[in-house]
């Protein structure tokens, strides 16, 4: 189902069992090309933050799961830094996430890729999920982080100029997880990880209402950057 939407129903109530990837052929290419789909975003109304992918790779794609390639940090670093074990259920992590106001998202809807590397995307033909809609009925979202260069580049280049600038949001380029962004140390991905994630409150305590995103932004249009090598 190369154009399969995301209904508003679906962006108001997403649950771990509600992921699902569907695989196609695009045919406008002139030839027979695997065309690949993301997954639902995980959130609920009270997200204040949204961290934001490019597009699954193939472990995550076969296991209907974010971050699912053993050696992506996301899970462990996520852990680390607000206090779960990344060996425990993939739903008891998500509703970790959950708690603590983090949502999770990848830019693209969809697109033609071969391999795992968002180096291989084909450009033409990406099709970015429906930010404004979603943005919508996420009011509380104030900070959105990109985990590596190129979901940034993707939300800059397909998603930005077409949102509305109905309020201010913080954006900050994180240092990616892949295993693939393995000239940077983790000491010193998690600790880009730490600052943005500071502000919120431990699992099992509720999220501080005044509490705002711990990254303040230093470039105009509201993006900050943290060095990524890839």
Same mark, same amino acid.
């Given at each position: 189902?190369?154009?399969?939407?995301?209904?508003d129903r679906e962006i108001r109530n997403q649950g771990p069992r509600t992921l699902v990837v569907f695989f196609g052929l695009d045919r406008e290419r002139g030839g027979l090309t695997m065309r &690949?789909?993301?997954?639902?975003? #995980?959130? *609920? @109304?009270?997200?204040?933050? !949204?961290?934001?992918?490019s597009m699954p790779?193939?472990?995550s794609l076969r296991a209907g799961q974010y971050?699912?390639?053993?050696?992506?940090?996301?899970?462990?670093?996520?852990?680390?830094?607000?206090?779960?074990?990344q060996a425990t259920p993939y739903?008891?992590?998500?509703?970790?996430?959950?708690e603590r106001g983090i949502?999770?998202?990848?830019?693209?809807?969809?697109?033609?890729?071969?391999?795992?590397?968002?180096?291989? &995307?084909?450009?033409?033909?990406? #099709?970015? *999920? @429906?930010?404004?809609?979603? !943005?919508?009925?996420?009011?509380a979202i104030q900070t959105i982080c990109f985990n590596g260069a190129k979901a940034e580049a993707s939300w800059r280049r397909h998603v930005l100029p077409k949102l509305?600038?109905?309020?201010?949001?913080?954006?900050?380029?994180l240092p990616s997880t892949s295993p693939a962004n393995a000239s940077i140390r983790y000491a010193d991905k998690i600790d880009a990880w730490k600052r943005a994630l500071d502000a919120l409150p431990a699992?099992?305590?509720?999220?501080?209402?005044?509490s705002g995103a711990a990254c303040a932004a230093s470039e105009p249009g509201g993006f900050t950057h943290q060095e990524e090598r890839t």
């Amino acid at each position: 189902m190369p154009g399969r939407g995301v209904s508003d129903r679906e962006i108001r109530n997403q649950g771990p069992r509600t992921l699902v990837v569907f695989f196609g052929l695009d045919r406008e290419r002139g030839g027979l090309t695997m065309r &690949i789909h993301s997954f639902g975003p #995980i959130s *609920n @109304p009270a997200s204040r933050l !949204l961290i934001l992918g490019s597009m699954p790779g193939k472990a995550s794609l076969r296991a209907g799961q974010y971050y699912a390639h053993p050696q992506n940090a996301f899970w462990k670093m996520l852990g680390e830094l607000l206090g779960f074990d990344q060996a425990t259920p993939y739903e008891a992590r998500i509703a970790c996430l959950r708690e603590r106001g983090i949502a999770l998202w990848d830019v693209l809807r969809s697109c033609v890729r071969e391999t795992s590397l968002d180096s291989d &995307i084909d450009e033409a033909s990406i #099709i970015v *999920n @429906p930010f404004e809609q979603f !943005l919508e009925v996420h009011p509380a979202i104030q900070t959105i982080c990109f985990n590596g260069a190129k979901a940034e580049a993707s939300w800059r280049r397909h998603v930005l100029p077409k949102l509305l600038p109905a309020r201010p949001i913080a954006y900050h380029r994180l240092p990616s997880t892949s295993p693939a962004n393995a000239s940077i140390r983790y000491a010193d991905k998690i600790d880009a990880w730490k600052r943005a994630l500071d502000a919120l409150p431990a699992c099992g305590r509720k999220a501080d209402p005044r509490s705002g995103a711990a990254c303040a932004a230093s470039e105009p249009g509201g993006f900050t950057h943290q060095e990524e090598r890839t």
